[in-house]
Structures are given as structure tokens and as C-alpha cells.
């Protein structure tokens, strides 16, 4: 299984990017989806998470500004960043809880970084 990053790059504080998380592989089903950054010289936080019914969740940092969403027919989860402040600059991952074909249970995977900069 692998899931592929895409969509990063440099933009302009109040800009929008839109970043995309692909995953391929013998898939059964995949349960909840979500993107995590890491800033340099901090921790990895948790940015957004969505089910696999739809229902979202995100930072208090993000809320308002990011919307998470994903395509179950393309097994992609998406992540619309707007508003863009220089402190959103981080490597941003995907994560994903994924049951194989033929597996009884779900494990989680994680995507690489796409480098995300916001800056003048």
C-alpha cells in the first residue's frame, strides 16, 4: 500500500493551496483519513481527520480556514487550505486506517511529506 502526497509549495500569506493524498495498493476499504503537519523544530500535530461516513474534525488552528474532504471511489482524501498564514508552514502528511484484501485488520499507513510554505 502507499499513499502519495501532492499539491505543496510556496504562496503568499491569505493564499490557497489544495493538497491531495492518494492511496493505492490491494485495498479493502479504508476507514478514517487525516492530515498531520510538522513544523521545523516542533512536534507533529494533527490538523484534520474525516470517517469514512463523511464526518470531519479539525484543529482549533485550521477550524474555519481548512476543509478536509474525500473521493471513497478514488480512494483520495483532500485538503483545502485557505487563508494561508506563514505559521501554517510545515511538511504536511496523510495518514489512513486501511483493511487489506484478504487482511481481518485495519492498519494505519502514512503517506510522505509534501512541503507547504507560506510566505511573502
Known amino acids: 500500500v502507499q499513499l502519495q502526497a501532492s499539491g505543496g509549495g510556496l504562496v503568499q500569506p491569505g493564499g490557497s493551496l489544495r493538497l491531495s493524498c492518494a492511496a493505492s495498493?490491494?485495498?479493502?476499504?479504508?476507514?478514517?483519513m487525516g492530515w498531520y503537519r510538522q513544523a521545523p523544530g516542533k512536534q507533529r500535530e494533527w490538523v484534520a481527520i474525516?470517517?469514512?461516513?463523511?464526518?470531519?474534525n479539525y484543529a482549533d488552528s485550521v477550524k474555519g480556514r481548512f476543509t478536509i474532504s474525500r473521493d471513497n471511489a478514488k480512494n483520495t482524501v483532500y485538503l483545502q487550505m485557505n487563508s494561508l498564514k506563514p505559521e501554517d508552514t510545515a511538511v504536511y502528511s496523510c495518514?489512513?486506517?486501511?483493511?487489506?484484501?484478504?487482511?481481518?485488520?485495519?492498519?494505519?499507513?502514512w503517506g510522505q511529506g509534501t512541503q507547504v510554505t507560506v510566505s511573502s
Open positions: 495518514n489512513a486506517g486501511i483493511l487489506l484484501r484478504g487482511s481481518y485488520k485495519t492498519t494505519a499507513y
Open positions: 474525516i470517517t469514512s461516513g463523511g464526518s470531519t
Open positions: 495498493g490491494s485495498i479493502f476499504s479504508i476507514d478514517n
